[in-house]
C-alpha cells in the first residue's frame, strides 16, 4: 500500500511539472545593436535558431521605418513560432512635459503590439542613469511622491492598455524596493497590471534576489533573468550560472507560484565584452535548459 501510495505522488508530480519556456531579450545583444553588428531582425532570428521560444524587445529600439513598416519584423516572429513581449520604454516618473510628450505615441505601440501578437507590455518607473562603478543612479527628487506619481499614470495607462487586451508588466527596474512595488501593483489593483521580475537588479538595491522573486512571484508575467557578478568596483551582467545569483532558487519560487511565462534571458555584458554576446547567450541558454531537464 505504501508503494502504491510513492507511486501516486510520483505521477501526480509529473503531471504538475510546469514547462520552462526560455527567452531572448534585446538587451542580450544591446552592445552589437548599438556599434552596428546586429540589428533587431537578426537577434530575432538568432533567438529562433538558438530554440528559444520567445524574445522581448523595446518599441523605442525599433527604427523609425520598422516602426512604420513593421511587415519584415513581424513575418519573422510569427513564422519562427516566438512569443513576443513588447517593451513601452518610456520611464513614467519622467517630468508631466516629457511624459505626456512621449507617452502619446502609446497608440501606435497598442497597434504594433497587435500586429505582433504581443499579450504583455514591460515598461519601467524611474529614470535610471547607468553607472558601470557602482549601483545605476535614481534620478528623483522626492521618492515617495514620485512612488504615488508613477502608480497614478500606470493606472491610466494600464486601464488604456486592458481595452486593447493587453498586460502592462511593471520592471523592478533597480529604482524601487519590494515594499514600493507592491505598493504600486496594491494601488492599481487591477489584474491587467503585473510584473516584470528581473532576476540581478535586486543586487543593485542591496535586496536579496531570491526574497524578491519570492515575494514578487505572484504578481509576475515576464521574467529577465539575469546573472551578476561583482569584479573589484564593479558589478556586471554574466552568463547565467556564473554569477552570485541564485537562478535555481529564483526559479523554484516562480514554479511555486505557478509561472509559466517566458524565463526570458537579459545577459547584458559590458560593451568591451562585445565580441562574446553570443557565447554568453548560448551558455544561459544551456544552463537554463540544465534546470529544465
Known amino acids: ?101 512621449l507617452e502619446i505615441r502609446k497608440n501606435e505601440m497598442f497597434e504594433l503590439a497587435h500586429e505582433f501578437g504581443a499579450k504583455i507590455l514591460r515598461v519601467c518607473g524611474g529614470l535610471i542613469v547607468p553607472n558601470m562603478v557602482h549601483k545605476p543612479f535614481h534620478l528623483t527628487i522626492n521618492r515617495n511622491r514620485e512612488i504615488d506619481d508613477v502608480a497614478r499614470r500606470l493606472k491610466q495607462f494600464t486601464y488604456d492598455a486592458s481595452l486593447e487586451g493587453l498586460t502592462v508588466a511593471l520592471e523592478n527596474h533597480s529604482d524601487y524596493t519590494i515594499e514600493e512595488m507592491l505598493r504600486i501593483i496594491h494601488y492599481i489593483d487591477s489584474d491587467k497590471f503585473r510584473i516584470t521580475l528581473d532576476t540581478g537588479n535586486a543586487v543593485y538595491l542591496d535586496e536579496d534576489p531570491v526574497e524578491t522573486a519570492k515575494m514578487l512571484a505572484p504578481y509576475t508575467v515576464y521574467t529577465h533573468i539575469k546573472d551578476m557578478k561583482r569584479s573589484g568596483p564593479m558589478l556586471m551582467s554574466v552568463p547565467l550560472g556564473q554569477g552570485e545569483v541564485d537562478i535555481p532558487e529564483i526559479v523554484n519560487a516562480l514554479k511555486n507560484n505557478y509561472y509559466t511565462g517566458l524565463y526570458s534571458i537579459e545577459c547584458n555584458l559590458p560593451l568591451w565584452q562585445v565580441d562574446q554576446e553570443e557565447a554568453a547567450l548560448r551558455e544561459s541558454i544551456k544552463f537554463l535548459q540544465g534546470l529544465a531537464d
Open 1 to 101: 500500500m505504501d508503494e502504491e501510495l510513492l507511486s501516486g505522488d510520483a505521477e501526480e508530480y509529473e503531471e504538475e511539472k510546469l514547462p520552462m519556456h526560455i527567452g531572448v531579450d534585446e538587451w542580450c545583444f544591446h552592445n552589437s545593436m548599438m556599434v552596428g553588428r546586429m540589428t533587431l531582425e537578426g537577434m530575432v532570428t538568432l533567438a529562433a535558431e538558438m530554440g528559444a521560444e520567445g524574445v522581448g524587445f523595446d518599441y523605442f529600439m525599433m527604427s523609425r521605418e520598422a516602426r512604420k513598416s513593421p511587415e519584415r519584423l513581424r513575418d519573422i516572429i510569427a513564422k519562427s513560432g516566438l512569443e513576443l513581449v513588447f517593451g513601452f520604454g518610456i520611464p513614467f516618473a519622467l517630468p508631466d512635459v516629457v511624459f505626456q510628450a
